[in-house]
């Protein structure tokens, strides 16, 4: 996959309204960039922090993160609109120590002038686990309806990837790393004594290691997962999402997630955690809740799945993000930047 379209969408919908953008990359955000373009700049919108303290030496990282929350401070003294999209509650890849991940996304949240959140439930954990509790703005994560192709139907899309067009097929889709716990999906797969069904596990290993190997050893004895671990383009989305008759998202953790609501634009239901922004987002009528890692709960959730009229779900799956327009979103987010 070439990567989530969410910042392309924001970035489409801010320039619509007028607003010009500056990318920057971590290493001008520095007190002499800051003072230069004070004038200029007006907002300064962050979306990830782990990049401006992940030096190798721990030395290096705390000298870093103390610089870090310097520049914060000083960016707020000369009049920049400060604003922070809390994602996630820490980073796909935690640093060693623990704490320097906390004390970064502590800076971010509560130096910041507003805080961006994607749900309720993230509103509550941002003030229990970092106390930030004043001028935070909700931001609906937009639908992905007409930014991929989707013109495959089932039928087709399924004999594209080897699978029975009668069979039900559950699929997990995106980068295949271990805080999306897809061990657990595979554990809860095997359980399922149906022969007409299978498992499509689809996405690139995002950092060469030993899990994604690991996943295919714990698929091998069963022929009804077929595993695709390779990039894969934006115009073969369509491939997996229109096989796929249930997505499931087992995630060890998560916050928000650009896949599920992916799954519903293309009108997919969804099986996943009861965790963070996820029972928000599908409840009541589009999909499924199933206990954080827990396989034996998630089998029950798919058999559940099995069992309903799974294409209504989607249906209404479809509909209800079918609001979160990329326009919604785009406004959404400049009432955040504005007096």
């Keep these: 996959m070439s990567g989530n379209p969410y910042?392309?969408?924001l970035a489409a919908e801010l320039t619509k309204k007028g607003i010009f953008l500056e990318y920057n990359t971590p290493a001008y955000f520095n007190s002499s960039?800051?003072?230069k373009n004070h004038n200029q700049i007006k907002v300064l919108h962050l979306h990830y922090i782990q990049q401006f303290y992940s030096e190798s030496r721990l030395t290096s990282k705390i000298k870093l993160i103390g610089l870090f929350a310097f520049n914060m401070f000083l960016a707020r003294a000369l009049g920049y609109r400060t604003v922070f999209t809390l994602h996630n509650l820490e980073p796909t890849y935690p640093r060693a120590p623990a704490w320097l991940d906390y004390l970064g996304h502590w800076i971010a949240a509560n130096f910041s002038e507003r805080?961006?959140?994607?749900?309720d439930e993230a509103r509550r954990l941002l003030a229990n686990r970092y106390g930030?509790?004043?001028s935070i703005f909700f931001v609906n994560h937009p639908n992905f309806i007409d930014f991929y192709t989707n013109t495959i139907a089932n039928e087709s899309a399924k004999k594209r990837l080897d699978l029975p067009v009668d069979s039900i097929v559950f699929l997990f889709f995106g980068g295949i790393r271990p805080n999306k716990g897809i061990e657990i999906l595979i554990q809860a797969f095997q359980k399922l004594q149906y022969e007409n069904i299978h498992l499509v596990i689809g996405g690139n290993e995002t950092r060469p290691g030993p899990y994604a190997q690991s996943l295919v050893d714990l698929a091998s004895n069963d022929k009804r997962i077929s595993?695709?671990?390779?990039y894969i383009p934006d115009e073969e989305i369509q491939i997996f999402m229109n096989a796929a008759d249930i997505v499931v998202l087992p995630f060890a953790k998560i916050l928000t997630s650009s896949t599920a609501n992916l799954a519903m634009s293309f009108a997919r239901p969804l099986i996943v955690p009861r965790m963070g922004c996820l029972p928000e987002l599908i409840e009541p009528d589009s999909g499924w809740l199933f206990e954080p890692n827990d396989a034996e709960s998630l089998s029950v959730a798919m058999i559940s799945?099995?069992?309903?009229?799974?294409?209504?779900?989607?249906?209404?799956?479809f509909?209800?993000?079918s609001e979160f327009t990329p326009e919604r979103f785009g406004m959404q987010t400049i009432e955040a930047y504005l007096d």
Excluded: F, P, T
């Design 7 to 9: 910042w392309l969408m």
């Design 33 to 35: 960039w800051l003072r």
């Design 115 to 119: 805080v961006i959140v994607h749900c």
């Design 132 to 134: 930030r509790r004043r």
């Design 227 to 230: 595993l695709h671990i390779k």
């Design 305 to 317: 799945a099995m069992e309903s009229d799974y294409h209504q779900i989607g249906q209404n799956a």
């Design 319 to 321: 509909n209800k993000v």
